[in-house]
């Protein structure tokens, strides 16, 4: 019988990713005597060479071993946890990672890397491939003279043998596929009935096999029981008579795949196999607690409970029933609330997930800046949507390397200023709201204010006469071509970096807030939805339309006052709010289309944020607040600037939501376009689209 | 049928073993360390114990001494799922009360051939 294991390629593929990933995490935290976290490192190793050897994944296979082997040192105490060997064991991680991936992805992976490392580690075992060199020559050099032979087995159990539940029987029936066999019980040493124990086995046995297979073989047979039996194998001269009497032709063909012995045919069909497989796989899965499924289960059940109970009273409705119908309704609200809470948490994966990498980068960034930093992580299991995660990594990956590269100050100015001479940087996620936060934080050199406006104003980003508050000037930084490094690093880059990472962040509905004081440290803060799938909405009315505003970016919901309207700067109408002066934008306007409402002066104004600067949209009436569900409009119609998506309403109608970074530029261009109009709170944004 | 018990705390390995047994007619239930394996052993009766030995929690000896203190499991056969094959592990093993050993890498047919060497 042939199994096909192939379909098992992918989920060993992501579960080795997810080893390696411990393996580098225990690696980071190792300490001489750390029993536990080397075992787990060790086993995890050990997973990747049993399933890879399973797949013929051989180059996995073998350098893993040389892995596992230097472990195993480590873990019986014949080799110190050295520094130089957990650097080591450190990039292994990297070329098996490399490895895993390059099979995930159907490419070759001919990294001199990997070739270099297999090296190094064979030089620190130090005993470079002596024993892979053995194990080839054993598994030649076993087939030899396949002529029929008679073998004698004497063969004396001991007393327990049966009660590690082996079966002589079982073993004879495992013989006799090797040949012929003719046996005889010897019953001589069966107690009396007094002394009997139930559960031994007083019986011997001689054997005659006749095989071709040769003495190693027959061993085999007995390998489990070896121990705990007396064997006695011997082969019976070739010119014996009574050799005739046992030989039975028949036999000859019996001689099948000896049980011990790989495959390797099999091997070789599913890595052709996988192949085929691969594409089929692309569309991701998810791993998903048990818990939230059978909490799934369960909501299901009351749902069709709940449906069962409305349906039964909507067969015979009377006005008498109604208050039990109100119930139903209820508890059907409930029910669906719940479970669309369970759905959504089966998207929900811990950030650790993202979190799990930074250990490893400021390691690696650390020697290589020659920082000394400490990286501490809080909230690590802080859920967030699988797709957010997905995109969330590199920009936090750019944040953290800046970070170590601008944040952190060298040994000798941290020592200068009178700060210990490690650094810290704190990565911790939490929820707030519907929101999850993440912050990024050094207690390094924090950001020179100064240095930012002179390298803006020499950019050209903004000009000399500008007023810019604290936070304004630090988000200069996320300016297209800013970068205020005065030489260029490897570690960061060349400051293209932060914009794109702004950018990331605004297109998964997203915000980010810096905080910095000098000499202290710095704070960047991201603030990101829950999901995706579905929003936290303010609907609003302007003339016969619906438009939902994020919740996340209202500030707050007034009544205009006359006398805080500011109509001075032309077409722009600035509302004062407490310190700032916030521009009115009409949606009505914005959108061309009729409204009940025209005038400011007694107009209801929703503030809302985005990229730092306040607006007030003005709108007819405030309707409920609900979570809506989005769709996409650039699927299901094409891109329209200032609206972010679509969502049906429960009246069946559909409406617009509204994309406040987009329509704020919108209104700020139309505004540019019909006047030269400075504005007070923010300098202008040139090809900044949304 | 035959029921086995399959213990092992790597996803695909236990899956890849149950998924061949299953498709040779055998029954399984998975367990994904010694404890779990321990505790589905006293609520369930098996014809067979195949276990991981290097495992979190509760490793594959310890689970093959605990299993041969229970009445029900006695004579059952207890195969342990191994890389190495080294001696000392074979010994422990045999000392926890295992009847063999099968060595990965993990070879759908060579588990089914062994299979039939232990099971009644």
């Known amino acids: 019988m042939s199994i096909d294991l192939s379909q098992f390629i992918p989920s060993f593929l992501e579960e080795s990713l997810e080893g390696l990933e411990l393996m580098e995490t225990s690696l980071l935290n190792l300490q001489q005597g750390d029993d536990d976290s080397i075992n787990a490192i060790f086993r995890a190793a050990h997973s990747i060479k049993g399933g890879a050897g399973t797949f013929g994944f051989n180059e996995v296979t073998e350098f893993t071993h040389l892995v596992e082997t230097l472990l195993d040192e480590m873990r019986d105490g014949r080799r110190e946890v050295a520094q130089p060997d957990i650097e080591l064991l450190l990039v292994s991680v990297d070329c098996l990672r490399m490895l895993i991936e390059a099979i995930r992805d159907e490419e070759t992976c001919n990294n001199s890397n990997i070739l270099a490392t297999a090296k190094r580690l064979e030089l620190a075992l130090d005993h470079s491939n002596s024993e892979s060199k053995c194990k080839l020559s054993n598994e ?29 029987l079982l073993l004879f029936n495992a013989l006799s596929e090797l040949g012929e066999v003719s046996l005889e019980a010897h019953s001589k040493d069966i107690p009396s009935l007094l002394e009997l124990d139930a559960e031994a086995l007083y019986l011997s046995w001689s054997l005659a096999i006749k095989t071709s297979a040769n003495e190693d073989d027959i061993k085999e047979v007995f390998e489990w029981v070896e121990d705990e039996c007396q064997l006695t194998i011997t082969k019976k001269p070739i010119d014996n008579q009574d050799e005739k ?56 059940g009351e749902l069709v409970i709940t449906q069962s109970m409305l349906s039964e009273l909507g067969n015979d409705f009377e006005m008498s029933k109604l208050a039990r119908l109100t119930t139903g309704l209820e508890q059907l609200l409930q029910n669906t609330k719940e479970l669309q809470e369970s759905v959504m948490r089966i998207r929900m994966l811990p950030i650790s997930f993202v979190f799990n990498r930074f250990p490893r980068l400021v390691h690696d960034l650390s020697k290589k800046t020659g920082k000394e930093i400490t990286l501490v992580i809080d909230g690590e299991q802080t859920e967030l949507d699988k797709t957010v995660m997905e995109q969330i990594g ?144 303010q609907l609003v009315k302007v003339g016969s339309e619906v438009y939902i505003i994020p919740l996340v970016t209202i500030v707050e919901s007034l009544q205009v006052k006359e006398q805080l309207v500011n109509r001075v700067s032309g077409d722009m109408v600035l509302y004062r709010l407490r310190e700032d002066n916030v521009p009115i934008i009409p949606i009505y306007n914005l ?23 306040k607006v007030g949209l003005m709108v007819d ?30 009246d069946g109608s559909v409406a617009m939501i509204l994309d406040i970074p987009g329509m704020i530029q919108m209104a700020l261009k139309k505004s540019q376009r019909a006047q030269q109009v400075k504005l007070a709170k923010k300098p202008q944004l040139e090809g900044v689209s949304s | 049928m035959s029921k086995i018990l399959v213990v092992d705390d790597s996803n695909s390995i236990r899956d890849m073993v149950s998924f061949t047994l299953k498709s040779a007619g055998y029954d399984t239930i998975e367990a994904r360390d010694g404890q779990q394996g321990l505790s589905k052993a006293k609520s369930n009766s098996f014809d067979l114990v195949i276990s991981d030995v290097n495992m979190p929690i509760m490793d594959g000896i310890t689970l093959c001494s605990e299993l041969r203190k229970l009445p029900s499991f ?47």
């Open chain 1, 140 to 168: 030649t050099s076993d087939q030899q003279n396949n002529t029929n032979a008679t073998w004698l087995i004497t063969f004396v159990p001991e007393p327990h043998l049966v009660q590690t539940g082996n079966d002589p």
């Open chain 1, 245 to 300: 009497a046992l030989v039975t032709p028949l036999h000859d063909e019996m001689v099948e795949l000896p049980l011990a012995k790989q495959n390797p045919s099999t091997a070789v069909s599913i890595t052709q196999e996988k192949k085929s497989q691969k594409a089929k796989n692309d569309s991701g899965s998810i791993r998903v607690g048990v818990d939230k499924v059978d909490s799934l289960i369960n909501l299901v």
């Open chain 1, 591 to 613: 959108f061309n289309i009729p409204a009940e409402n025209k005038e400011i002066s007694n107009a209801l104004l929703v503030v809302v944020e985005a990229d730092g600067q």
């Open chain 1, 394 to 537: 590199d920009p936090l990956v750019h944040l953290v390397r800046n970070a170590v590269d601008h944040g952190i100050e060298s040994k000798a100015v941290r020592l200068a200023n009178g700060k210990a001479e490690k650094g810290t940087i704190t990565l911790a996620a939490y929820h707030q709201g519907g929101n999850i936060v993440i912050e990024i934080n050094d207690d390094g050199g924090g950001i020179n204010r100064q240095a930012v406006f002179e390298k803006a104003l020499e950019k050209g980003i903004v000009d000399a006469n500008t007023t810019l508050s604290e936070s304004q000037v630090f988000d200069l930084i996320f300016e297209p071509g800013f970068s205020t490094a005065k030489e260029l690093s490897d570690i960061s880059g060349r400051g293209v970096g932060m914009d794109v990472v702004k950018k990331n962040i605004q297109s998964l509905g997203g915000r980010i807030q810096i905080e910095s004081e000098p000499g202290k440290g710095s704070q960047f803060k991201v603030y990101l939805p829950l999901t995706l799938a579905i929003l936290d909405g």
């Open chain 1, 621 to 650: 009436d405030l309707l409920a607040q609900q979570q809506v569900v989005v769709k996409s409009l650039n699927e299901n119609y094409q891109q329209v600037d200032g609206i972010s998506g679509a969502t049906i309403l429960g």
């Open chain 2, 74 to 120: 006695k004579f059952t056969p207890v195969l342990m799922l191994t890389t190495e094959s080294s001696v000392d592990m074979k010994m422990r093993g045999k000392a926890a009360g295992a009847t063999g050993w099968l060595v990965k890498p993990f070879n759908p047919e060579k588990l089914l051939a062994t299979i039939k060497r232990v099971i009644r």
